[in-house]
């Protein structure tokens, strides 16, 4: 079945850095979403991205959807302690319809102030 | 708006004991899904339902889970007889239209002893 690779799995950085993780996949997607799951509570969707080469933005946070309907990246500018949390990919397949959401295994964020 | 809620957020109960989850998704979606997030296998889905009706139960582990919804604004998740490997966290999830942009609760945290 279809699978995503996200990277890196965890990163530690200081407050006021840069973070960007990305998403890979085997096959195409049509979909990509980003989630951010704070500790004890459910994924958050923070961007959404329909169409190849999108560029979206939501406050420091910046998305992309590859141009090869592969991957995608989330890229989140000047890092605050609020930041800290598991940040998922979740693509879904070219098959039309209702298509499951495949997650990735997520990036554990740390933030050192 | 109220987003989705789950209840109870967590439930420690005995092997064998049946367990019952509760879920109401945002008023206005029409699709409910049932996750599991464990550390070793991420989110994985077990159910999902369109108006009510169940689309796809494949997800489901074995017979001894089951899920209802007897309206759109109630679903049920039954566990029964409950085993330690069911130790997790459940999701449910809703959406307007289908699998893109879904809303996840806070989860319930099922210990089984």
């Known amino acids: 079945g279809q699978q995503l690779n996200q990277s890196p799995q965890s990163m530690f950085i200081q407050e006021g850095e840069d973070v960007s993780m990305n998403c890979t996949s085997s096959?195409?997607?049509?979909?990509w979403l980003w989630y951010k799951q704070d500790p004890g509570e459910g994924p958050v969707l923070l961007i959404a991205?329909?169409?190849?080469?999108e560029l979206t933005s939501n406050g420091r946070l910046t998305a992309q959807f590859g141009i090869t309907r592969k991957d995608s990246f989330l890229n989140i500018s000047a890092s605050i302690p609020s930041d800290v949390g598991i940040y998922f990919c979740?693509?879904?397949?070219?098959?039309?319809?209702?298509?499951?959401?495949?997650f990735g295994k997520g990036t554990r964020l740390s933030v050192i102030a | 708006d109220a987003g989705v809620i789950q209840s109870p957020r967590h439930e420690v109960t005995e092997m064998g004991q049946e367990v019952t989850l509760r879920c109401k998704p945002i008023s206005g979606h029409d699709y409910l899904f049932w996750y599991r997030q464990t550390m070793m296998r991420g989110l994985e889905l077990l159910i999902y339902?369109?108006?009510?009706?169940?689309?796809?139960d494949s997800g489901m582990p074995e017979d001894r889970f089951s899920a209802k919804m007897p309206n759109a604004s109630f679903s049920t998740l039954k566990i029964q007889p409950s085993e330690p490997r069911d130790s997790a966290v459940y999701f449910c999830?809703?959406?307007?239209?289908?699998?893109?942009?879904?809303?996840f609760g806070p989860g319930t945290r099922l210990t089984v002893l």
């Open positions: 096959s195409i997607f049509n979909t």
């Open positions: 979740a693509g879904q397949g070219l098959n039309s319809g209702n298509t499951p959401l495949v």
């Open positions: 999830a809703s959406s307007e239209g289908g699998f893109n942009e879904q809303f």
């Open positions: 339902f369109n108006n009510n009706v169940p689309i796809d």
């Open positions: 991205l329909y169409k190849a080469g």
